[in-house]
Structures are given as C-alpha cells and as structure tokens.
C-alpha cells in the first residue's frame, strides 16, 4: 500500500493509524469530535501536519491524544462510550511504503481505556490472524510496537501494556496492563467519583432582570446542554414598546451556545516511571545470602515507587485545582462577553424602533403601489369609456360602475395586505435581527472557547512537562540512592559471605578434628586388639617351646637308651633279653596315661615316628637292631634339626611381632601427641567461631537500626 498523503507523509515514523469512526462520531455528523480534532491541531505539536488535513489517519501520538479527549468529553463527563468501527495500523516497509499489518475491529473508547498500546497487544495474541504465527515472531512485533508507541507518545514504561509470557498465552489467561497502574487507575477513579459527589455543580449567572427574549432565557435553561436550545419563551412588540407574548406560531426562535462547550480535554496527569519490582521469598532478606543485595534494593524500589505516586498524586491534585479554577475563570469571562453583547444588541427601545421605521416605510411603499395602481385603473377605464361610446353609452355606465367598485376592492384589499405586511415584515426583522444576534454570540462563543480550550491544553501540557521534570528528578534522585544503597548491602553482603565462609572453615576445620580423634581411637582399638594377639601368641609360643624342651628331653632319653641297648648287644650274647626289655619300656612308655600327649601331637610328630620305629624293630628282629639304631639316630637328628629351624622361624616371627608394636606403640605416642595440638586448635577455632557468631550478631542489630 502505498503512501496516503502526497504532502505529508510521516517521514519520522515507522507505525500510523488510520480511525474508521461509526457513523455517529464521524467528524461532519459531530460537532464535538471536530472541535476535538480542531483543538489537537492548536495544541500545535511539533512536526506533526494539521489533523484536519490528514483524518482518519494520524501518526501514533496524534492518536493517543485523539483517544484520550475522545475518553474526557465523551466517556468521562457525559458517560458516552465511543465507537471506533475499525482501527488500522500501518507499518513502513524496507521500500518505504505503507503496509497494513494489524485490523482492530469495534474499538471502544470507555472509561476504562488506557491508552492504543493494550488493545493492540490484545489483538496480537489473541486475533485469528496471528495463530499460524510462532509466539516469537508475536513477542518481536509487540515489542516493536511498544517501542515505537513509546518513542512517539513519550509514554512512561509502566504506563504501556506488558507482554505476557508464552506460558499465559497457551492456557489464555492473561492481562496485558500493569498491575500496579491497573490498582492505581482503580483507586484515581473512585477518587474521582467520590470528588464529583461530593463537589456541587457551578451555578449559571443569572441577571436581575426579567429576560425579554429567547437569548435570556436559553442562557438560563441548564436541562439542555446540547448544541441549541428551544425554551417557548419568544416576545413580540407592540405599538407602546411592553413585551407580550405572541398569540400565532411561533417565528423561528434563538439558540444559544452555553459556556459548556469549555471542557479540559486533556487532565494533564503525569504518570511517572516505575521501578521494576520482582517477587522474591523472604529467605533472601539474610545478609549471608547471596540473593541479599537484590532482595534489599527490590525492597527500596517498592518504597521509592509508594514515594512516586503519592508525589504524583499530589501533582495530579494540584493540576486539577489550577485547570478548574482557570476553566471557571474562562467560563466567567464568556457570560459576562455574552451577557454585554445582549445588553448592547437587544432591548425594548432598539425592537420598539425598528418596528416603527419599519411601519412607516411600508405606509410610503402602500401609496405609491395605490398609485400606480390607480394611474393603471385610469388608463383601462379610459379605454374602455372609448370603446363604449363607440359602441353604447350603456357600455360607458357599466364601466364607471365597474371602475368605482374595482377602486373599492382595491382599497381594501391593499389595506388588508399592506396591514398583513407591516405585521409580518415588522416580525421578520425582528427575527432577523434574533438570529444576527444568536449567530453573533455563538461566534463569540465559539471563539472563546476554543481560544479557553487552546490555553487550557497549553496550560495542561506545561504543567504536565513541569511535573514530569519534577517526578524524573525524583527518579533519578532515587536512582542515585539506589546505587548508594547497593554499595553499602553489597559491602554487608561481603561481610556477612566472610563471616559465614569463617564459620564453615572453623566447622569443617572442626569436623577433622573429629574424624581425625575417632581414627586416633579405632587405630587404638586396632592396637590393643594386635598387642592381645600379640599376648596370646607369646603364651602359645611360651607352651610351644615348654612342649619341645619336654620332647627333646625325651628324645635324649630314648637316644640314651638306644646307646645302652646297643652297647648292651655289643657285649653279651642275650639279645633277646634285652630286645624284650626294651620294647617293654617303649610298650610301658606309651601305655602311660597321656593326659599331654595330644597337645604334643600338635606340635610334633616325634612320638608316632618313634613307635613307628620301634615297631619295625620288632619285626625286623633282633638281627637288625644295630642298623635300626642307626637309622633311628639319623631320623632324631633331622627331626631335631626341623624343631630347632621351627623355633627359629617362631623367634624371628616373635621378633618381627616386637618391631610391629614397637612401631604401633611409636605410632600411637605421635597420633597421640596430634590428638593433643588438635584438640587446642580446635578449642581456639571454637573460640574465633563464638567470637564471628558474636560479630554477625552485632551485624545484624546494627542492619535493624539502619532500615
């Protein structure tokens, strides 16, 4: 689409509107709205082209303004509700033409509107037109309509529509206004409310004397706060000048514009910027925490936002005050301006004289159409006499007769006329001059007007511009306190993460102590249990060795009487005497009650090696005996020599067993000695934990007495 208006075409901006009005508010079917549109275009904003000349389309802050005298006239003073049948947005292509992109249908103007930014966020995310379209692509075009809007309107942040979150638009529950400023808006309209209740209305300025005409009493009439009224109170002159009432038809009456036509379009509110608020749990509010400097400033911006609007509020009140006050002074000023034209315009005397000049003139105007018209009579009847007496005198007769009655008829019936004339002429000018003087004083009205709502709108924008200068040195006072602030709870944020990663030291430093004093104890448990072991593998030892002392002493024995058996078998002849003897021992040795014997069997397999050998002595015989002592002796020998490299293994493994708890017993003494420094530091960082508990205490009082 191309560019709409060859001279102007909105070369700033990037986003315009077009208003497709309902035919009720259509600029040429409503007074109200062009003198809306007329009084825009005197606020003369700066690089903007006349609003005349482009309507319906406008660029975005035209709109906004549009909109909101739209609201104050129709929707707040008169409880009208405007329709705007269809609002178009158009948008700058890379070629630089115009393109539709978003059609709002039956837009209404209510007292609940804000301002363009929330019905075409609405109509974003919620218009059939965009559901084949992603929720990024939706976020990208509402932002930068939000920015554009802002960019032209000037609109603080809080003020526009907010955008809400993919998650709120699936399940379709969601509010594109603020609801700090939606609560604010609540609270200024039942303010609102309860001021127009309570403020009684201005009375109209009423005169002495008695109204003489239409003008007066339509001036007092306050039923009808249209356009014109029609109050049945018309006067006629008579011939001594009094007022009376007229007893024909009503001649066409006056209307007069009252002073209501001076309406303050624009409030001039200010709505300051906000500082974003976030919600964040209570648990943030501990100085260790490292959520504390947020949650802390998130704090001051809900005391510095309270501080604003009620700064605002005040403003506002303030504004309202001074524009009613000049409103009056301006509707003061157009009575006493009308009041002046009446009484210099319209009066007995004045009506009394142009009736008379009027009469009069019609009286000269009666005599010379009567002669004319006898000067016509004349001739016709000379004629006629002519043609009579060529014809018959009877003829002559008829027509003097004819003339005479014919000159009565006329004089009666002029009298009749010229009566009616002076009558309705007298009448007519006097309504004439009726109308004059309305059309006089709705000229002045209207320029008045017009010239009260043009300063009004400069005066609301000046002390609107005034009072945003005023709240944005408070927000940047309140900038500057917020940064201060962050300073000092970042620096109680780092004192209390210090304090904090102390006691955590002290508390893990406390914890090895702790672990290390259990390892201590079960290293002493493992001792005690070893150096038991130990005990009883002494005893054992000790048994053993008592054990081989008793075997070898038996052995020697055994090895002694082998000796004296082969030195007795050497000598004598009797062999089987002394084999018998000594396998009576050996039978007698082994038939002994062996209440130890098998406590030696574990020990040593010496005793069933020598009844084996015995045993073999016995069968082989007593021929063998020399050879089998021999052999016997070879055996004892080893066996003997097994013994002893057993009783050196268990003295050395006794040895290495020594060493072992003399290491253990060292070891014990060291972890002993560490349990003892450990101990004391622990105690003392015990003493500097109690020492920063007291210190984050004091902190923490001295946090209390600075909020």
């Given amino acids: 689409m191309g560019v709409f208006n060859r001279k102007f075409n909105f070369p700033d901006d990037n986003i315009i509107t077009q208003f497709n009005m309902s035919q009720e508010y259509e600029p040429r079917n409503n007074k109200t709205v062009q003198e809306i549109i007329d009084t825009i275009d005197d606020s003369k904003v700066e690089g903007l082209p006349k609003l005349n000349s482009t309507f319906p389309r406008m660029n975005l802050k035209q709109a906004q303004l549009f909109c909101e005298s739209l609201k104050q006239y129709f929707a707040v003073n008169n409880n009208q509700e405007v329709l705007v049948e269809e609002l178009e947005l158009f948008q700058k292509n890379n070629k630089k033409k115009w393109e539709k992109y978003l059609l709002i249908n039956d837009l209404k103007i209510s007292m609940r509107f804000l301002n363009l930014s929330v019905p075409v966020i609405e109509e974003i995310f919620t218009s059939e037109e965009f559901d084949e379209i992603s929720y990024s692509d939706k976020e990208q075009t509402a932002e930068e309509f939000l920015h554009e809007f802002q960019r032209q309107t000037g609109l603080p942040t809080p003020q526009l529509a907010h955008i809400p979150t993919e998650e709120e638009v699936e399940n379709d529950d969601f509010d594109v206004i603020n609801p700090e400023v939606k609560k604010q808006r609540e609270e200024s309209a039942k303010k609102e409310k309860i001021k127009q209740e309570t403020v009684p209305k201005p009375k109209q300025q ?71 608020i976030k919600k964040l749990p209570e648990t943030f509010a501990d100085p260790s925490s490292s959520n504390y400097v947020e949650y802390m400033l998130n704090e001051k911006r809900k005391e510095y936002n309270s501080a604003i609007n009620s700064y605002s509020e005040k403003l506002n009140l303030e504004t309202d005050k001074s524009l009613n006050k000049k409103a009056a002074e301006y509707r003061q000023i157009l009575d006493e301006k009308v009041n002046k034209y009446q009484k210099d315009n319209i009066n007995p005397s004045v009506l009394n004289d142009i009736k008379a000049k009027t009469k009069q003139r019609l009286l000269r105007e009666q005599e010379i159409e009567r002669s004319n018209e006898i000067n016509n009579i004349e001739s016709s009847k000379k004629q006629k006499i002519l043609e009579a007496q060529r014809i018959f005198e009877k003829t002559k007769n008829d027509a003097e007769h004819e003339a005479t009655l014919k000159t009565q008829n006329l004089d009666k019936k002029l009298a009749t006329k010229y009566a009616d004339l002076a009558n309705n002429q007298s009448e007519t000018k006097v309504d004439q001059l009726s109308k004059k003087v309305e059309e006089q004083i709705n000229k002045i009205i209207t320029k008045e007007v017009s010239a009260a709502n043009s300063n009004l709108n400069g005066s609301a924008l000046s002390i609107q511009e005034q009072n945003t200068k005023q709240i944005n040195k408070v927000f940047e006072k309140f900038s500057a306190l917020l940064v201060d602030a962050s300073e000092v709870y970042a620096n109680q944020h780092s004192n209390a993460v210090r304090a904090k990663a102390d006691a955590d030291a002290a508390k893990y430093k406390l914890e090895d102590a702790e672990n290390d004093k259990k390892a201590l104890t079960d290293y002493q448990n493992k001792y005690d249990k070893e150096h038991q072991d130990y005990l009883s593998l002494q005893a054992k030892f000790n048994d053993l060795d008592s054990k081989f002392n008793s075997i070898k002493q038996e052995l020697k024995d055994k090895e002694s009487q082998l000796q004296n058996l082969q030195n007795n078998t050497n000598g004598s002849g009797s062999s089987n005497d002394n084999f018998d003897k000594l396998l009576s021992a050996i039978v007698l040795q082994n038939n002994k009650p062996n209440q130890e014997q098998p406590k030696i069997q574990k020990r040593s397999h010496v005793v069933p090696w020598l009844v084996g050998i015995l045993i073999s002595v016995v069968v082989v015989g007593a021929g063998s005996v020399g050879t089998l002592a021999y052999q016997n002796q070879n055996q004892s020998n080893k066996r003997i020599a097994k013994i002893s490299n057993s009783t050196k293994e268990m003295n050395q493994k006794i040895s290495d067993t020594n060493k072992k708890l003399d290491e253990s017993q060292s070891k014990l003494k060291k972890n002993q000695q560490k349990n003892s420094e450990l101990k004391d530091e622990l105690q003392s960082e015990k003493n500097r934990n109690d020492q920063l508990q007291d210190n984050l205490i004091n902190m923490n009082k001295d946090q209390g007495e600075t909020k």
């Fill in 206 to 276: 009423v005169t002495n004397k008695k109204p003489s005409n239409s003008v007066s009493q339509s001036r007092s009439s306050q039923s009808q706060p249209a356009i014109h009224n029609s109050s049945p109170n018309p006067g006629q002159v008579s011939s001594s000048g009094a007022v009376s009432t007229r007893s024909r038809t009503q001649a066409a009456q006056v209307g007069i514009i009252n002073n209501d036509g001076i309406k303050i379009l624009n409030d001039g509110h200010v709505y300051p910027q906000q500082f974003e």
